[in-house]
């Protein structure tokens, strides 16, 4: 049966899927990356580039990150591509925007807490655990179709209006 093992991982060891389902729809989607070049850093550099388009809303979750640091209630899942490199398979919109921001203060383009940039150098994530690729793969599609095709139910109005008023009241 496959499982999931909770793991902190360094952010460096984290990779986004140049893969993504997401970009399915995008122009300049020609072929499949195969897992021995997802690591390389063009590959990267084009898979954020993807995820940092606008209709991802990646701006939006940088922002909350750069404002309250990276909250761990909902775990990245990852799958292992060697014994400490990970592909991420749900989240990487999160991780996007975390690369993005780490760059943009190294960049001096944004100046990020002490206890933000704390919150982004280890992630915790979630690994499937399963030796079998065919399984593995078969496991993560079915996660990421229970997330994105059945959703999370969004809260009204009303709830939403509610959550901001008590982060303002606490000074978010």
């Known amino acids: 049966m496959t499982t999931l093992r909770e793991l902190v991982v360094p952010v460096d060891s984290l990779y986004l ?18 897992p021995d070049r ?29 404002t309250i640091g990276f909250l761990t209630v909902d ?11 990970y592909v991420v398979i ?23 807490a002490g206890e933000v940039q704390g919150s982004l150098g280890e992630i915790p994530v979630l690994v499937i ?4 690729l ?5 496991f993560a599609r079915i996660l990421q179709g229970v997330r994105h095709v059945a959703g999370i139910r969004p809260w009204g109005p009303y709830q939403q ?9 606490d000074g978010k």
């Open 90 to 112: 749900e989240g990487n919109r999160r991780l996007g925007a975390i690369k993005s921001l780490l760059e943009d203060h190294r960049n001096g383009e944004a100046d990020l």
């Open 38 to 66: 997802v690591t390389e850093q063009g590959v990267q550099q084009k898979a954020l580039a993807r995820i940092l388009d606008d209709r991802f809303e990646v701006a939006q979750l940088k922002d909350s990150i750069r």
């Open 129 to 132: 655990d399963e030796p079998e």
């Open 161 to 169: 209006a509610q959550v901001v008023a008590l982060m303002l009241d």
């Open 134 to 138: 065919a399984k593995r793969e078969h």
């Open 75 to 85: 775990r990245l899942v990852v799958t292992p591509l060697s014994k400490d490199k």
């Open 17 to 34: 899927d140049p893969n993504n389902p997401r970009f399915a729809d995008l122009q300049d989607r020609l072929q499949p990356i195969a």
